[in-house]
Structures are given as C-alpha cells and as structure tokens.
C-alpha cells in the first residue's frame, strides 16, 4: 500500500519528483502482470487480433481499415487529422490507410481546398456497402463479450475505463510538459 506522500507524489509533474531508483527487493518482486498497464495491454491486444481476424475473414480487411471506415462513418467527411485523433492513430498510419481504403473504392481522399496539405474524407457507396456487412459481426463481438459481465458490472467497467483513459492522458500530458 501506498503511504500518502508517495501517492501525492505520483500526481506531481515529473520535474518536481525526486529521481528514484527501485530497490533490489523491488525488482525481485516487480509483477508486470499485477500492473494496470500491462493488463489493459494484453487485453487490447487480444482484442485488437480478435477485430483483425474478424474482419479479415468476414470483409476482407485489416483492423485499422474497419477502424477508418467506422470512424469516418460516425464523424461524416472529415479531414484525415480528424479522423487520426478520433481513431487514436497517428496521421501518417490515417494517410496510408486511407490510401488502401480509396484503392478499394471504399473511400474518397481530396486535397482540401483551402489547404492543400490537408486530406477530405468520405464514404463512398461501396463503403456504407461493407459497413453493412461488418457491423452485424461487430455487433456480435459486443454483445458476446458484454455477456460475459453483469449489467452492473459492465456499467462499472466502462465508468472504470473513462476514469483510466483521462488520468493516463493527464499524465501523458504531464509527461510531455517535463520534457
């Protein structure tokens, strides 16, 4: 457990910590997978394959390209920075990405008008297409894994995420200021 200076510790900004080094006995007893990061992780990846796989095998492609063309469904045309932040991917993955999906002819890319650097994204017929086609299995995703949980819990679960997802940007951010 932690003491109350240690835990107050944690929310200051990096450069007012004190450099520390783990004990010995620490590292003997360090358990990756008792760590909140680690655990989210694996289980991101195992649903990431899971996404991967699914749609591979249901649509034909990869994660990252159903993520896009779900994303871009929610938001309407939008510029591919838009759809970066939203799909959590940086932009250079976006531009490549959206490059496939327009080769596929689910997507439309053109330059913005008033800044040429900027790319406008849009659905295409064929897109909306194979969104109908992969949302039933997406949707069967969910409501598999959802079942494995109480309602309550699941309400527990997704309020416990929010709360996760903003501390770790706040110490992103904080992180980012030490720099």
């Known amino acids: 457990m932690t003491t109350s200076a240690t835990a107050n510790d944690a929310r200051l900004p990096s450069s007012q910590k004190k450099q520390r080094r783990a004990s010995v ?5 360090h358990s990756p997978e008792a760590l909140i990061t680690y655990r989210v992780s694996v289980l991101a990846q195992a649903l990431s394959r899971l996404v991967d796989a699914s749609v591979q095998s249901s649509i034909g492609l990869t994660s990252r390209q159903w993520r896009c063309l779900v994303i871009l469904n929610r938001l ?4 591919s920075g838009t759809v ?3 799909a959590s991917f940086d932009h250079s993955q976006v531009s490549r ?3 496939e999906l327009t080769e596929k002819g ?3 890319q053109v330059s913005d008008a008033g800044d040429r650097r900027k790319q406008i994204l849009s659905l295409t017929p064929a897109g909306v297409e194979c969104l109908r086609s992969g949302i039933p299995h997406s949707l069967q995703r969910q409501a598999r894994l ?3 949980l109480e309602p309550a819990e699941y309400e527990v679960f997704c309020r416990v995420l929010d ?6 940007q706040t110490m992103l951010e904080e992180v980012r200021e030490g720099e």
Do not use: C
Not at 25 to 29: E, G, H, L, R, Y
Not at 76 to 79: A, F, I, K, Y
């Open 146 to 148: 959802q079942a494995r």
């Open 163 to 168: 709360v996760l997802q903003d501390e770790a």
């Open 84 to 86: 970066a932040r939203m």
């Open 76 to 79: 309407g045309t939008s510029p």
């Open 25 to 29: 006995s620490q590292v003997a007893a």
């Open 106 to 108: 689910l997507i439309t």
């Open 97 to 99: 990405v959206a490059l």
